[in-house]
């Protein structure tokens, strides 16, 4: 699915004052980020080198015929809320082989989990339909959006100021170190 070098970082859980120090130091205008005394340019082909999925040449879907992903709505008990995270996990550790319905939660919990962490336990429903199709899920443009979803996560969090940020913080920890 194009995620074999995400799977092999190998990362405990994120240090929230870290976190938050790195976030104050990016200037969202110009993408840098400025760690000890040095710019730092950060871009969706930083984030795939770094996080290890890449852009496939399509768009990220988003909307849809709802029939096309009714089975999982209703699978992961879909609320208007959206898909829990807790649900996705439990569906995950009940699997018994590979087959589509895993690669479709695998896709979401990793989604939800690490590459675009929503603020709460709920990961859009939408999501589903850039997965459905299991078979285009490493063609889909994964580094552009999960790299535009936290740069949005960052100013939401500054502007509004937000507790949490949403997104995929774990890739600033990384270049961090």
């Given at each position: 699915?194009?995620?074999?070098?995400?799977?092999?970082?190998?990362?405990?859980?994120?240090?929230?004052?870290?976190?938050?120090?790195?976030?104050?130091?990016?200037?969202?205008?110009?993408?840098?980020?400025?760690?000890?005394?040095?710019?730092?340019?950060?871009?969706?082909?930083?984030?795939?080198?770094?996080?290890?999925?890449?852009?496939?040449?399509?768009?990220?879907?988003?909307?849809?015929?709802?029939?096309?992903?009714?089975?999982?709505?209703?699978?992961?008990?879909?609320?208007?809320?959206?898909?829990?995270?807790?649900?996705?996990?439990?569906?995950?550790?009940?699997?018994?082989?590979?087959?589509?319905?895993?690669?479709?939660?695998?896709?979401?919990?990793?989604?939800?989990?690490?590459?675009?962490?929503?603020?709460?336990?709920?990961?859009?429903?939408?999501?589903?339909?850039?997965v459905?199709?299991?078979?285009?899920?490493?063609?889909m443009?994964?580094?552009?959006?999960?790299?535009?979803?936290?740069?949005?996560?960052?100013?939401?969090?500054?502007?509004?100021?937000?507790?949490?940020?949403?997104?995929?913080?774990?890739?600033?920890?990384?270049?961090n170190?």
């Amino acid at each position: 699915m194009g995620l074999g070098k995400l799977i092999q970082l190998n990362c405990g859980r994120l240090k929230r004052k870290l976190c938050s120090w790195l976030v104050e130091r990016i200037d969202t205008c110009n993408y840098t980020i400025e760690l000890n005394g040095t710019k730092l340019e950060l871009s969706r082909d930083s984030f795939s080198n770094v996080m290890g999925v890449s852009d496939g040449g399509m768009p990220i879907q988003l909307d849809g015929d709802k029939s096309r992903v009714a089975v999982y709505l209703d699978k992961f008990n879909a609320t208007s809320s959206g898909i829990n995270i807790k649900i996705l996990s439990e569906f995950l550790r009940n699997c018994r082989q590979a087959d589509e319905d895993f690669k479709v939660s695998f896709m979401l919990f990793t989604l939800c989990s690490v590459l675009c962490s929503p603020i709460g336990v709920h990961i859009s429903s939408s999501f589903l339909f850039s997965v459905i199709d299991v078979d285009y899920i490493r063609k889909m443009n994964w580094a552009t959006f999960c790299f535009d979803r936290l740069m949005q996560g960052i100013i939401r969090y500054k502007e509004e100021k937000l507790a949490y940020v949403g997104g995929c913080v774990l890739y600033l920890e990384v270049i961090n170190y």
